[in-house]
């Protein structure tokens, strides 16, 4: 069965500080992984996707399949970097994705 | 570009009444949106798969008679809680996927806060 498990449910870090949020599925195919991020009062948003191989933000996450892994990375933590996380499985084929349960992430000025 | 709106924003209502929540794709076709449901401080839930044209997929658990999902057009899907109690309050959110976006990705709706008295 599909599982995305996000272990933290809060995390805080000063500025300037590296962030990592952790990600790990389950999933027997070839999945898609994504990150979304929901700041306060606004609605959730697509931050990026494995696929892309992109840095949104200065965010990077990087697919281990070996580790069943999809953390998210930032060298830099910024105030404005402080949101709700949540990352997200695809799976190939298929419409839905499955969210974990998602990381606050609190950035201490 | 990508923008889905959702209304209301913020619904109260009295027990027994059904509640109607629409969700648009304003630039875009979406063939197929999503239903979610979030408990405070909870993950989203997918409720259910709407796809235009045809009826809704619904995940296990979900009530279909209950949660009356209806895509008639390729930028509009609406969710009905019909005869709604207290235990339906939560928050409501769509999203949509169009056909000649990437594969896989979700634009969210703002969410629909419900709340039956």
């Known amino acids: 069965a599909q599982r995305v498990t996000q272990p933290e449910k809060l995390l805080s870090v000063f500025k300037g500080a590296p962030v990592e949020l952790k990600c790990n599925y389950s999933?027997?195919?070839?999945?898609?992984l994504f990150w979304y991020v929901q700041y306060s009062r606004q609605r959730l948003q697509l931050l990026l996707r494995?696929?892309s191989r992109e840095s949104i933000k200065g965010f990077t996450a990087d697919l281990n399949k070996g580790e069943t892994s999809f953390h998210l990375k930032k060298p830099f933590a910024q105030e404005e970097d402080s949101a709700m996380y949540y990352c997200?499985?695809?799976?190939?084929?298929?419409?839905?994705?499955?969210f974990g349960t998602g990381t606050r992430l609190t950035v201490i000025p | 570009g990508a923008v889905v709106s959702q209304h209301p924003s913020r619904v109260i209502c009295k027990s027994g009444t059904s509640v109607k929540i629409e969700c648009r794709s304003l630039?875009?076709?979406?063939?197929?949106m999503f239903w979610y449901r979030q408990f405070p401080k909870q993950s989203l839930m997918l409720m259910a798969t709407?796809?235009?044209?045809?009826?809704?997929?619904?995940e296990q658990g979900v009530e279909k008679d209950k949660f009356l999902i209806n895509h008639a057009s390729l930028t509009l899907s609406t969710l009905t809680v019909t005869s709604a109690h207290p235990e339906d309050s939560s928050f409501y959110i769509c999203?949509?996927?169009?056909?000649?976006?990437?594969?896989?990705?979700?634009?969210f709706g703002a969410g629909t806060r419900l709340s039956v008295l």
């Open positions: 999203s949509a996927r169009g056909p000649m976006l990437a594969k896989n990705i979700q634009y």
């Open positions: 999933y027997s195919g070839s999945p898609e």
């Open positions: 494995h696929i």
């Open positions: 997200a499985l695809g799976q190939a084929g298929a419409n839905n994705l499955f």
């Open positions: 630039d875009f076709q979406a063939t197929t």
């Open positions: 709407s796809n235009e044209g045809s009826k809704a997929t619904y």
